[in-house]
Nanobody, 125 residues
Framework: QVQLVESGGGLVQAGGSLRLSCAASVRTFSRYSMGWFRQAPRKEREFVSV????????DYADSVKGRFTISRDNAKNTVFLQMNSLKPEDTAVYYC??????????????????WGRGTQVTVSS
């Protein structure tokens, strides 16, 4: 069983930055691909970014490419999402998720076995 706990959300003005963290309680963290998803009010949850355990490859949704950066610290069992140039449309609950898959695209919710409870990000205009 893997437990994931997100932190770092909050209220920020448009153009500002936030850094989300997701701490995982698992001994083999380095063998999990870690993804970030978000869900805005009245919308479906959507893929944001992933960092794969196999090779450390990263991927981003087009809507955040160039503004968000995903990284991980395997020694601390933590994955980060640095969010810059935030826009009101980035407002959502952000979830981290863990997958044992290191090869697939990992853009879909069903690729992930474990999920955190989410952290709220609100960007004011």
């Amino acid at each position: 069983q893997v437990q994931l706990v997100e932190s770092g959300g909050g209220l920020v003005q448009a153009g500002g930055s936030l850094r989300l963290s997701c701490a995982a309680s698992v001994r083999t963290f380095s063998r999990y691909s870690m993804g970030w998803f978000r869900q805005a009010p009245r919308k479906e949850r959507e893929f944001v970014s992933v960092i794969k355990w196999s090779g450390g490859n990263t991927d981003y949704a087009d809507s955040v490419k160039g503004r968000f950066t995903i990284s991980r610290d395997n020694a601390k069992n933590t994955v980060f999402l640095q969010m810059n140039s935030l826009k009101p449309e980035d407002t959502a609950v952000y979830y981290c998720a863990a997958s044992v898959n290191g090869i697939a695209s990992l853009r879909r919710e069903y690729d992930y076995l474990y999920w955190g409870r989410g952290t709220q990000v609100t960007v004011s205009s």
